[in-house]
C-alpha cells in the first residue's frame, strides 16, 4: 500500500528596521507504507537544508546600511 508524504518547513529572520526575510519550501513523496518514516525523515531534512540555503545566501547578499567604521590606518612615520 503506497502513502504520500508532504513536509514544509519555513522560517523568519529579523533583520531589523521592521525588515524581515521569508523563506518556505515543500516537498512531497510518494512511498510504502512500510518506508514512511524514512522517507518522512529524509524530506525534513531536505526541506530544512534549503530554507537554510536560501536565508543564508540572502543575508550575505544584504549590503549594510548606516554608519560603517573603517579601521584606523597606521604608518610608519609622522605625516
Known amino acids: 500500500m503506497n502513502i504520500e508524504i508532504t513536509r514544509s518547513f519555513s522560517q523568519k529572520k529579523n533583520l531589523g528596521n521592521y525588515e524581515t ?6 516537498a512531497k513523496i510518494e512511498c510504502d507504507i512500510s518506508q514512511v518514516e524514512e ?8 526541506v530544512q537544508r534549503e530554507v ?3 536565508l543564508a545566501g540572502l543575508i550575505k547578499a ?6 560603517v567604521v573603517e579601521q584606523e590606518l597606521k ?3 609622522e605625516i
Open 21 to 26: 526575510l521569508d523563506s518556505f519550501c515543500s
Open 39 to 46: 522517507k518522512s525523515k529524509m524530506l525534513d531534512e531536505i
Open 52 to 54: 537554510n540555503k536560501t
Open 62 to 67: 544584504k549590503e549594510p546600511e548606516g554608519l
Open 75 to 77: 604608518f610608519d612615520k
